[in-house]
């Protein structure tokens, strides 16, 4: 079935560094593609999004491109900020929306 | 315009009980899903309702239900508690089934807690 796999956290980088966010997925069609943020005590909110092979989605400096060839969606910031600290789900829609396990992201001052 | 409402946001519980809990969808969104988020197991499927059907389930016993109202608002009920059950619950809403083109706008969700 459909999964999604991206990498374990967490994650501390120092303000102004540069985030990588691996997410791979499995898919048996053509599914749509997905960052999506949880901030402490609240829902899931969506970061961007990609429906189709080659689009970028981008949203408040945070890009992800979808690559069919490498079935690859990883998300990248080119200078965080301590206001990015968060856990991060990369997610896939195809017959249900799938999620990852997300990973924690702290940036320190 | 208001973003998913669901409530409450907390409930305790004994074990055996029941439990129902509510989700209003953004206005005009006519998919519904529900998540179990735990540590352990992350976020996993419950059920997508679109236009009060059920489209799709994911692998949780039968004590889990749900059901869609004409007015797109939806609840999940779950019998006979366990301590096990004890999980925040998602709730998103989508244009589209499956979220799909559009992804999913979430609620805060509800914190359950079996004792």
């Known amino acids: 079935g459909d999964s999604v796999t991206q990498m374990e956290g967490p994650v501390t980088l120092s303000e102004e560094a540069f985030l990588t966010i691996n997410c791979t997925y499995t898919a048996t069609g053509y599914p749509s593609l997905f960052w999506y943020v949880q901030y402490p005590g609240e829902g899931l909110q969506l970061l961007l999004k990609?429906?189709?092979?080659?689009d970028k989605g981008s949203n408040k400096g945070f890009e992800a491109t979808y690559r069919k060839e490498t079935t690859s969606f990883h998300l990248e910031k080119g200078s965080v900020q301590v206001s990015d600290s968060a856990v991060y789900f990369c997610a896939l829609s195809e017959y249900d929306m799938r999620f990852g396990a997300g990973t924690r992201l702290t940036v320190k001052p | 315009k208001a973003g998913v409402t669901q409530t409450p946001r907390y409930l305790i519980k004994t074990r055996g009980q029941q439990v129902t809990l509510s989700c209003s969808p953004i206005s005009g969104h006519r998919s519904v899903s529900w998540y179990q988020q735990t540590p352990g197991q992350g976020l996993q499927f419950l059920f997508e309702y679109f236009s009060e059907t059920q489209r799709n389930k994911g692998n949780f016993p039968g004590r889990f239900s749900g059901r869609q109202f004409s007015n797109s608002r939806s609840e999940m009920n779950v019998s006979t508690l366990e301590l096990g059950d004890s999980a925040l619950y998602l709730c998103?809403?989508?244009?589209?089934?499956?979220?799909?083109?559009?992804?999913?706008?979430f609620g805060s969700g509800t914190r359950l807690t079996v004792v």
């Open positions: 998103a809403s989508s244009l589209g089934d499956r979220g799909l083109n559009y992804g999913y706008t």
């Open positions: 990609a429906t189709k092979a080659d």
